[in-house]
């Protein structure tokens, strides 16, 4: 079975299809979902790859830290990476499913006009609440983790 290891994660995913290009990785620990979609000439390592550092690892600390949630993670050729984190989801009933199923799922349950994601660059559903992941926040995270690993060295 193929690994994903993703720098700075705690947990290995493991590959849940046998497809190339859109495929789906599980962490059986925290109970995980990664859905990727590399468009175009894109590959999964590409979108692992095209990340802002503080979007990357902002997505890093809530896949360390949340049980139980579904990333949908994609890239268009030219582009950075984009993400949207589905919280509280049954990854359970999800995890045998395909990649379009899981996202047509995923979005099925998104409080918006459309019924469908408003197309944030990065992106976080709650209780069927979709909110935009503000640059502000993940400055805001970033601060409080470099705070919180220099106060780990200097005790």
């Known amino acids: ?3 994903l290891y ?7 995913y493991f590959k849940q299809d046998k497809k190339r290009k ?10 995980n979902l990664i859905v990727f979609s590399p468009y175009d000439d894109c ?27 579904v990333v949908s993670w994609s890239q268009i050729t030219g582009t950075t990476s984009d993400y949207t984190i589905y919280y509280d989801m049954d990854v359970d009933m999800l995890k045998g499913k395909s990649h ?7 979005n099925n349950g998104i409080n918006t006009n459309s019924g469908k994601c408003c197309g944030y660059k990065y992106t976080q559903v709650k ?22 690993m220099n106060n780990e060295y200097l005790n």
């Open 1 to 3: 079975m193929k690994k």
């Open 6 to 12: 993703l720098r700075a994660c705690k947990n290995t």
């Open 22 to 31: 859109y495929t789906v990785y599980h962490d059986p620990i925290n109970n």
């Open 43 to 69: 590959t999964v390592d590409s979108v692992c790859d095209s990340i802002r550092d503080e979007a990357y690892l902002y997505l890093i600390n809530e896949l360390n830290i949340n049980k139980n949630i």
């Open 100 to 106: 379009k199923e899981i996202l047509t799922i995923s």
């Open 127 to 148: 209780y069927g609440k979709e909110d935009k992941i503000t640059p502000e926040v993940m400055e805001q995270f970033n601060m409080v983790m470099f705070d919180n």
